[in-house]
């Protein structure tokens, strides 16, 4: 019983001095915003003393870890975990789903869609149809990747005209949610991607003059109605305490000129 208990302190030690080097802070900066001693939090992440649950959850909230994250070092340390985790398509996420339904169908005629953690998309509105037009069936069907579908040489990589700086942008923003979750999938995810060839005369289409500086990486994307500019956002219930929940983020792509706004009326239309 006391190895066990060792075991756990030691496991839950290491998780929580994992994601404080995670969060670039020093032990003595992280006891000071906590409020506690550096030696009560060297005790705690080197396995000597055991956190307590809310102690636990003191920690990981300041460092904002995922709330995942945060059962699983709950969990280590021997405690039922703080938040639920239930499928999006249970009666409790009714209002969550109405809610992305919302927001999704009212972005029309402009692209928008749900994905989890993983970037698998969740939902989408009719209009996302008119970035995925030409991709193969295969990156199309089951599990959809949103950056696998917009990387791959497949998808919708041949048609984006700005494809070298949509690269990096996805990228860097990929390299970033790792930083943030630790999440192994997306590890995986980011060297498949990174190995993707770069399509035939790739160029970086961004317009920057004295008069008009960019704001943001912009998505150029080739269509029938010539090229559609977008700019996105992104949508997160930033007071989630569902673990699906707190994973999801919408993605909504607006247009960043009046020829997109134009096009998109009478793509949707067709």
């Known amino acids: 019983m006391k190895a066990e208990r060792q075991h756990q302190q030691d ?8 994601w404080r080097q995670r969060r670039r802070y020093s032990q003595l ?26 102690m636990i959850l003191r920690l990981t909230e300041f460092l904002q870890v995922p709330l995942r994250e ?13 938040y639920r985790e239930r499928a999006l398509g249970s009666s409790e996420l009714q ?22 953690r ?15 037009q030409g991709a193969a069936p295969a990156l199309l069907s089951g599990e959809v990747n949103a950056l696998r579908l917009s990387l791959h ?6 048609r984006i005209l700005n ?20 999440d192994p999938r997306l590890i995986a995810l980011l060297a498949e991607l990174k190995a993707y060839p770069t399509p035939p005369n790739a160029t ?7 008069n008009a500086p960019a704001i943001a990486v912009p998505l150029i994307l080739q269509s029938r109605e010539g090229p559609l500019t977008f700019l996105s956002t992104t949508t997160l219930f930033g007071t989630a305490v569902d673990v699906t929940l707190a994973d999801i983020v919408i993605e909504s792509f607006f247009p960043a000129d009046t020829q997109t706004a134009a096009a998109m009326v009478k793509l949707m239309a067709g």
């Open 11 to 18: 496991a839950a030690g290491a998780m929580l001095r994992d």
């Open 29 to 54: 900066a992280l006891a000071l915003e906590i409020e506690i001693s550096q030696r009560h939090l060297s005790f705690l992440e080197s396995g000597r003393s055991m956190p307590s649950r809310d």
């Open 70 to 82: 945060r059962n699983a070092i709950l969990i280590a340390a021997g405690f039922a975990p703080a």
């Open 95 to 116: 209002q969550a789903r109405a809610a992305i339904a919302q927001i999704l169908t009212g972005h029309e005629p402009h692209p928008a869609l749900a994905v989890d």
């Open 118 to 132: 993983s970037w698998t998309i969740l939902s989408a509105n009719r209009a996302v149809s008119v970035l995925t």
């Open 153 to 158: 040489p497949d998808g919708l990589a041949p």
């Open 163 to 182: 494809f070298r700086e949509w690269r990096s942008h996805i990228l860097a923003r990929l390299a970033h949610d790792i930083d943030l979750s630790a």
């Open 204 to 210: 970086t289409m961004r317009k920057v003059t004295a």
